[in-house]
C-alpha cells in the first residue's frame, strides 16, 4: 500500500537505516493537481496561478492592537521582514456580545484588516474557528456559548447554529477577499486543533467543510492538526493510522525550538525535527501524513507564550529563536518538503482587557520578530533573508531530495534538494547532532547542474544553518553555487550576507571573461575552461562588486554581514540601505518616493532608475556611488527624544460601596435555580451562583447576601472559579475579612480555588448583617481539549455559611449578583467585550475620559493607600509627541528591574477608557503596559484611571506609576484616535 505512492526517483536514494539526512518517499510526485480557482496545489506545492509559490507567513491577530491604523504598520513590517503572506485568527467573542448579535465595526473591522493586508502585497491565510484558541478567554468562544448546554465542537445541532451564525457573517466577508474574486486569501482554516476525532466529531467537521463551501470560501481549506497526529487528513490518503477529515489540504503545527528557562536562560535542548521527507514517515510523522498534499505548518513557533507568576520569558524567548534558530528550524522545514509555514507569531500584540485566557497575562509579545511595541527584533533582520532566498529561487517550495552528500565533519549533516523542474539546488548544512553549539569547519563536494565542485571551507558556528543555494537562474545570473545567503536578487542587483568574518565564496558562469570591477578584500578568479567566475570574500561591512560583459547583463553583487545586511531593505522592487525600515519605494513622475523609519540619523543608498528622491516626503539630496546606487549627501534625520510629564497630579476614590451594609443592591439579579451549564457540580440542592448564567461573562463581578445572625455562623466556606492568579476579597458589613489569589507561576494556572474565612463574632450578633465577595475572573479556560473545558465556572460556584462541625449551608442566605453593567446588552459597544467588569467604577464611568473627577480627593504626586477593597486613582495627561514620529509609549508601574513586588495589590489599567490590561504586583511578571496610539492621543489630552485592588494595608500601597517611552522612531504613520464614546451611554 506505502509502496503505490513510492516515486521512483525518490525510492532510489533511499539508503537502507534511516539517518536524519535519509530521504523517505513522504510525497507522491504523481498527486493530480488539485485546482481551486487560482489557488491549486499538488503533492509538492502550492500554486497560484498555476505558478509553484512558496507560502512564507506571519500570524498576526488584529485583535490584539485595537488601533486598527497601526495594523498596517505591522502588516508593512511583516512585508520588510520577508513573508509574502499574513495569518489571521479571528476571534468570534470579540464580535459577539449576544447570542444573534455580531459587530464588525471599528476596531473589529477585519474586512479592514484583509484589505490592508492585500494593499501592502501579501497573501492571507484566514483561520475562522469556531474555536481558535489562541491564549483567548474560551479559545475564541463567546461568553453566551458558555450557557449552552449543547457540547462545543460536536454535532449537537445547538452548538452548530450558533457556530453557523458566526461563521456566515466571518466567511461572508472572507469570500469577498478571496484571490478569486480579486483579493489576496489564498488558504481558509476551519476548525483549530480539534483532537477529538469520534463520529460526532467527523459529522461536525463535514458541517463546518459544507457551510463553509456554501458561505462562498472556494480556496483550499484545511485544518491545523496539534502537533503530528495524523488528524483531519484529506480523504484518500492512503497512510496507514491517519484520520480522514473533510479538508483539501493537510496542515499541522509544531513549537520544537524549546523556551528559556524560568530564569530567563537560553535552553538548547533540542535540534530542529524532520518533519517531511528526512523524518520517520507515516501518520505522525508530519508531512508525511499526507503525500498528495504539498507540506503546510500552520504555525511553526516563533516564540512562544507567558504566564502569570514567570519570571518574564519573551525577551530571552526572541534570542532563544533568534537569527540561528530560524535559519536552523524554518530552514529545515523547507529542505522536508514543508513548503508552506507560517510563523506563530509574527506579531503578537497586546490581550488587552479581558482577551486573555487564564494561560497568558496582558503582553502577549511572544518575543516575536516584531516586538509587542512594535520595533522589529534583531530576528526579524535576520528573517529578510530567508523571504530573499524563497523569492530569488520560488522552487523551494517543491524540491525533493537529491544525492546524499558527505561533509567532511562529523558534527555536521547536510540536506540536499533539488527541483525537478529546473535542477536547482538548495544545501542544507546543520549541526548533527542539531542541538549542538559549537563552531564547526567543514567542506564537502557535490555534483551540481554546472559541475563537480568542492567547497571551500565553510563555517558553522553555533546553533544555526547555511542555505547554500546551486544551480540556480538569478537576477539575470548563473548562479554556480553560494554559500552566501541570498538577501535580494532584482534584475542587475543582488545582495548577499553570511555572519561577520566568515568567510563566503560566490560562483557565477560566464561563456566569456567578464569584467570585475571588486574592492580590495574580494579575491576574484576566472577559470576559463569552465567559464567559472570565483569571488571569495569575507563578510562584513557591505562590499560592492561590478560585473559586467561575459554574455550577461551587467551586475551588481553587494556583499555584507548580518548588520549589513540587516540595514537593507526591498520595497517596490527598489533596494535602499541605511534607515532602520523601508516602507514603500514609490516613483511618480520621476521622483522616487521612499517612506520609512530612522531610529538614528542614517545614511541613505538607492539602487533606483531616479535620480530624485524623497524620503517621508522631503528632498534627499544624492550622489551618484558605486555599483550604480545613489548616496544621500547627509545623513536622513533621526528622531528626536520624546519629553514625558510625571503623572503628578492624581486623583482618588474610594470604589467599594459593595461592602458597606446600607449599599442598595435591590437591582441586582437574584440568584436563583437557574439552568447553567457549567462544569463545575454545585452541591446538590445549592442555586446556581457562577456569573455566566447571569449574562456576566468577562471581568469582576460581586455577590452580596443578607443574613441573620447566628451562633452557626462560624465560617464562610466558597468555590470560586478565577482564572489564572484570579482573586476573591470577601467582606463581613463592610469589613474585609478574607482574600485569596489563585495560585500563579504555574504555565497551566490553577483555575478554581476554595477559601475558607473564620467569620468574625459580629456574625454571631443578632440582627441583619451582610456579606460581599467580589471575584475576579482573570479569563474562561480555552478548551484545548475539546471537552468543554471553557464552561469551567468563574465567580462563585458555592457558598457555605456554616458552623465548625454542623451542617454546610446552615445559615441560610439569599444572594444576589451584578457583573458588567447591563450583562450582555452592555453599553460599549465600541471598545466591545473585552474592556468591561463589574467594578463600581466601572459601572459609574470613573474609567471613561468624560467622567467629572473634581470631587475626588487630590493627591498629587502620590498614589496613597486607601481603604481594602478597590480605589480608584485618575489623571490627565497632555502629551505632544513630535508629528512624524512613531513612538510606542506605556505605563510602567515600580521598580521594572524586578519580576515582582513585594506589595500585593492589583491595578486595573484604564486609558481614555480602554482597559489596557491588569498589572498584579506580587505576580508579575509584566510592569510595563504599552498603549498604542490611537487609545493614547499622542497629540493632546488623556486621562489615565487605575482600579487598584488591595487589602488596605500600607504596605500594600500602589508604587510609582510613570510614562515611559519604550521606542521611537522617525517615520511611522498617521494615527486616528479610536472613536468611543466619553462618557457612559443608556445600557441597550
Ligand atoms: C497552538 C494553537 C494556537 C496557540 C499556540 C500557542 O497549538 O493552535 O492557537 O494556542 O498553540 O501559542
Not at 448579535?101 to 473591522?109: A, K, M, N, P, V
Not at 516575536?368 to 529561487?393: F, H, N, Q, V
Not at 444572594?815 to 447591563?822: P, T
Request: aromatic share 8%; proline share 7%; with cysteine.
Amino acid at each position: 500500500m506505502m509502496r503505490s505512492f513510492l516515486l521512483a526517483g525518490v525510492a532510489a536514494l533511499i539508503a537502507a537505516p534511516a539517518m536524519a539526512q535519509e530521504a523517505r518517499p513522504t510525497v507522491n510526485l504523481k498527486a493530480p493537481v488539485k485546482t481551486f480557482g487560482r489557488v491549486s496545489f499538488d503533492g509538492r506545492s502550492l500554486m497560484i496561478d498555476g505558478k509553484r509559490t512558496p507560502i512564507w507567513a506571519a500570524e498576526f491577530h488584529p485583535y490584539r492592537l485595537p488601533s486598527p491604523d497601526l495594523w498596517r504598520d505591522v502588516l508593512q513590517k511583516i512585508k520588510a521582514s520577508g513573508f509574502n503572506t499574513v495569518t489571521f485568527y479571528f476571534d468570534w467573542s470579540y464580535h459577539s456580545p449576544k447570542q444573534g448579535e455580531l459587530d464588525f465595526t471599528g476596531i473589529r473591522d477585519m474586512e479592514r484588516a484583509i484589505t490592508m493586508a492585500g494593499e501592502e502585497g501579501l497573501y492571507a491565510i484566514t483561520r475562522v474557528g469556531p474555536y481558535v484558541n489562541a491564549e483567548l478567554a474560551r479559545g475564541g468562544f463567546p461568553g453566551w456559548l458558555n450557557n449552552q448546554r449543547a457540547r462545543a465542537r460536536t454535532d449537537d445541532p445547538e452548538y452548530l447554529k450558533a457556530a453557523d451564525e458566526w461563521l456566515a457573517a466571518i466567511d461572508g466577508i472572507v469570500a469577498r477577499h478571496q484571490i478569486n474574486n480579486g483579493g489576496n486569501v489564498i488558504l481558509h482554516q476551519i476548525e483549530n486543533e480539534l483532537s477529538q476525532t469520534s463520529p460526532a466529531h467527523r459529522r461536525y467537521m463535514d458541517h463546518l467543510y459544507a457551510v463553509t463551501r456554501s458561505y462562498g470560501i472556494t480556496v483550499p481549506i484545511f485544518h491545523n492538526d496539534p502537533g503530528r497526529n495524523g488528524n483531519w487528513v484529506p480523504d484518500g490518503s492512503p497512510v496507514p493510522g491517519v484520520v480522514h477529515g473533510p479538508v483539501d489540504m493537510y496542515a499541522f503545527d509544531g513549537y520544537p525550538g524549546g523556551t528559556c528557562t524560568a530564569q530567563g536562560k537560553i535552553a538548547r535542548g533540542n535540534g530542529a525535527p524532520d518533519w517531511g521527507y528526512y523524518g520517520i514517515g507515516g501518520a505522525k510523522g508530519g508531512a508525511s501524513a499526507s503525500p498528495d498534499t504539498p507540506g503546510f505548518m500552520a504555525e511553526i513557533g516563533g516564540g512562544w507564550f507567558d504566564y502569570w507568576g514567570s519570571d518574564g520569558i519573551y525577551a530571552c524567548n526572541a534570542v532563544q529563536t533568534g537569527p540561528g534558530y530560524g535559519r536552523l528550524f524554518y530552514g529545515t522545514n523547507f529542505v522536508n518538503g514543508i513548503g508552506l509555514q507560517s510563523v506563530y507569531m509574527g506579531y503578537g500584540g497586546t490581550s488587552w482587557g479581558w482577551l486573555p485566557a487564564p494561560v497568558v497575562f496582558t503582553s502577549y509579545d511572544y518575543g516575536a520578530a516584531i516586538a509587542e511595541d512594535r520595533s522589529l527584533r534583531e530576528k526579524a533582520l535576520a528573517l529578510k533573508p530567508i523571504g530573499g532566498t524563497l523569492a530569488a529561487l520560488p522552487e523551494i517550495a517543491a524540491m525533493v531530495p537529491a544525492e546524499k552528500l558527505t561533509p567532511s565533519s562529523d558534527a555536521i549533516r547536510l540536506y540536499h534538494n533539488r527541483s525537478p523542474e529546473t535542477d536547482a539546488r538548495l544545501i542544507l548544512a546543520a549541526h548533527q547532532p542539531g542541538h549542538l553549539t559549537q563552531d564547526t569547519s567543514f567542506t564537502f563536494a557535490a555534483d551540481l547542474p554546472d559541475g563537480h565542485y568542492q567547497m571551500p571551507q565553510i563555517r558553522l558556528n553555533g546553533y544555526d544553518a547555511k542555505w547554500i543555494v546551486a544551480g540556480a537562474n538569478v537576477a539575470g545570473q548563473r548562479l554556480v553555487y553560494t554559500t552566501s545567503q541570498i538577501q535580494t536578487a532584482q534584475n542587475g542587483l543582488l545582495l548577499m550576507i553570511g555572519r561577520a568574518g566568515e568567510g563566503g565564496r560566490t560562483v557565477l558562469r560566464y561563456s566569456a571573461k567578464p569584467a570585475v570591477k571588486a574592492p580590495d578584500g574580494v579575491a576574484v578568479s576566472w577559470d576559463a575552461s569552465r567559464g567559472d567566475l570565483t569571488l571569495d570574500y569575507t563578510h562584513g561591512a557591505l562590499s560592492t562588486v561590478e560585473i559586467s560583459g561575459g554574455g550577461r547583463p551587467a551586475l551588481t553583487l553587494l556583499l555584507g554581514d548580518d548588520a549589513a545586511g540587516g540595514a537593507c531593505w526591498d520595497a517596490d522592487g527598489v533596494l535602499a540601505c541605511g534607515p532602520a525600515l523601508l516602507r514603500h519605494a514609490r516613483a511618480k513622475g520621476g521622483v522616487l518616493a521612499l517612506t520609512g523609519d530612522t531610529v538614528a540619523p542614517a545614511p541613505l543608498r538607492v539602487w533606483a532608475k531616479q535620480t530624485r528622491i524623497t524620503w517621508n516626503g522631503a528632498p534627499v539630496a544624492m550622489r551618484p556611488a558605486a555599483g550604480g546606487s545613489w548616496q544621500s549627501i547627509a545623513p536622513i534625520p533621526g528622531p528626536v527624544p520624546i519629553a514625558l510629564p510625571a503623572l503628578s497630579d492624581w486623583r482618588m476614590a474610594e470604589g467599594t460601596p459593595e461592602a458597606a451594609p446600607t449599599f442598595d443592591d435591590s437591582a441586582w439579579q437574584a440568584i436563583d435555580h437557574r439552568a447553567d451549564a457549567t462544569l463545575s457540580q454545585k452541591p446538590a440542592g445549592q442555586p446556581t451562583m457562577t456569573m455566566d448564567p447571569y449574562g456576566f461573562h468577562e471581568g469582576d463581578v460581586w455577590y452580596r447576601a443578607h443574613f441573620a445572625g447566628s451562633p452557626d455562623a462560624q465560617r464562610l466556606s466558597l468555590t470560586y472559579g478565577a482564572g489564572g492568579a484570579g482573586m476573591v476579597q470577601v467582606f463581613l458589613d463592610g469589613r474585609l475579612i478574607g482574600q485569596q489569589d489563585l495560585p500563579a507561576a504555574m504555565p497551566r494556572p490553577i483555575t478554581t480555588g476554595n477559601i475558607t474565612v473564620p467569620m468574625p463574632d459580629a456574625a454571631r450578633a443578632p440582627g441583619d448583617h451582610v456579606l460581599s465577595v467580589m471575584a475576579r475572573n482573570n479569563g474562561h479556560n480555552w478548551d484545548l481539549t475539546a471537552m468543554d473545558e471553557h464552561k469551567e465556572g468563574r465567580g462563585l460556584i458555592a457558598a457555605s455559611l456554616e458552623p465548625l462541625t454542623g451542617p454546610a449551608f446552615a445559615v441560610p442566605m439569599n444572594w444576589r449578583i451584578q457583573g458588567r453593567s447591563g450583562g450582555e446588552d452592555f453599553a460599549d459597544r465600541a471598545r466591545g467585550t473585552p474592556n468591561n467588569g463589574g467594578q463600581y467604577g466601572e459601572r459609574m464611568g470613573w474609567h471613561l475620559p468624560a467622567f467629572d473627577d473634581h470631587a475626588w480627593r487630590a493627591t498629587g504626586a502620590a498614589l496613597p493607600q486607601g481603604s481594602a477593597g478597590t480605589n480608584w486613582y485618575r489623571t490627565h495627561v497632555t502629551l505632544n509627541v513630535p508629528r512624524g514620529q512613531d513612538a510606542t509609549i506605556g505605563l510602567a508601574f515600580g521598580d521594572t528591574a524586578k519580576p515582582r513586588s513585594a506589595a500585593h495589590y492589583r491595578v486595573l489599567i484604564f486609558v481614555n477608557g480602554w482597559n489596557m490590561g491588569q498589572f498584579i504586583a506580587h505576580v508579575g511578571p509584566q510592569r510595563i503596559f504599552p498603549i498604542p496610539e490611537g487609545i493614547l492621543n499622542h497629540h493632546g489630552a488623556n486621562t489615565i484611571a487605575l482600579a487598584v485592588t488591595s487589602d488596605g494595608a500600607p504596605a500594600n500601597a500602589p508604587e510609582n506609576v510613570r510614562l515611559v517611552t519604550m521606542q521611537n522612531r522617525r517615520g511611522g504613520l498617521e494615527v486616528a484616535q479610536v472613536a468611543a464614546p466619553a462618557g457612559l451611554a443608556p445600557i441597550r
